[in-house]
């Protein structure tokens, strides 16, 4: 496994991280991100007699196993021992199981799943192209694979953020740098300082995921960005909330195994 210095791991974050999203997700999983996922997923057994699965590649403490229908199996990946044991004490599920791996190693499974998600994290993994061949290789042909981002055009740590011009009394999204990739540590949680554990995000143009996803042999069949919707209060309400629906927080590739 990722280990020591620069280990992209979340096992240190766990607790925080665990905190967060244990009562089935953070408010944007809840009200964007899940029932996005869901739709794109597309899964048919709730009203088909067809038998489907789903392999959760950096799954965290499963939250988005906890939305999925009954009739799906469910295999969670994660190398945070401590999320994937928060996991199978919260997860009741018959069909779902969980594995402590790490997703840019050989995959401890040789059963081939319909579907696989890999849902906010492949930006926080140093070799995403290993874990697409990953994907690839424990795919049906044609299964789908559907990947969420922090949108790589517009949400980059540290090279990005908020102005506002004040002639125009417009919101705008600010970008610094973003062609070349990067590795950027992440403090989870600023108010502890230096007690606060870290955590690796790698900013990489939207372009160097097509190819990858290319490189793995899968076809690109649907892009969504995904907007807030969360509403400002106050004098600077329809600014913000202008800026809000203009600028996605999300981007969303879905893919085939071609």
């Not at 057994?45 to 229908?69: F, H, I, K, Q, R």
Request: glycine share 6%; aromatic share 8%; net charge positive.
């Amino acid at each position: 496994m990722d280990k020591g210095k620069g280990s992209t791991s979340w096992q240190e974050a766990s607790k925080w991280y665990g905190k967060l999203t244990e009562e089935g997700g953070h408010y944007y999983h809840q009200q964007v991100v899940i029932p996005g996922v869901l739709h794109l997923l597309n899964f048919k057994s709730e009203t088909e007699d067809v038998s489907e699965s789903l392999l959760d590649l950096a799954c965290g403490n499963g939250v988005l196993a906890s939305y999925l229908p009954a009739g799906v199996e469910y295999l969670g990946l994660d190398m945070a021992s401590d999320l994937i044991t928060q996991a199978q004490r919260q997860d009741h599920s018959k069909n779902h199981r969980y594995l402590l791996a790490d997703v840019t190693k050989a995959l401890p499974v040789k059963e081939k799943f319909t579907h696989a998600a890999i849902v906010l994290a492949l930006q926080n993994i140093r070799s995403p192209q290993r874990v697409l061949f990953n994907v690839r290789d424990s795919l049906v042909e044609k299964g789908v694979l559907v990947i969420v981002f922090n949108h790589p055009c517009f949400r980059i740590p540290r090279q990005s953020g908020w102005g506002i011009d004040e002639k125009q009394k417009l919101q705008f999204r600010k970008v610094y740098k973003y062609m070349t990739t990067m590795e950027i540590p992440i403090i989870t949680n600023p108010s502890l300082g230096q007690r606060s554990s870290t955590t690796l995000s790698f900013h990489r143009p939207l372009s160097l995921y097509i190819k990858m996803l290319k490189n793995a042999g899968f076809a690109v069949v649907d892009l969504e960005e995904w907007t807030s919707d969360k509403a400002s209060v106050g004098k600077a309400a329809k600014m913000e909330n202008r800026s809000r629906a203009e600028i996605p927080l999300f981007l969303t590739i879905k893919a085939i195994k071609i």
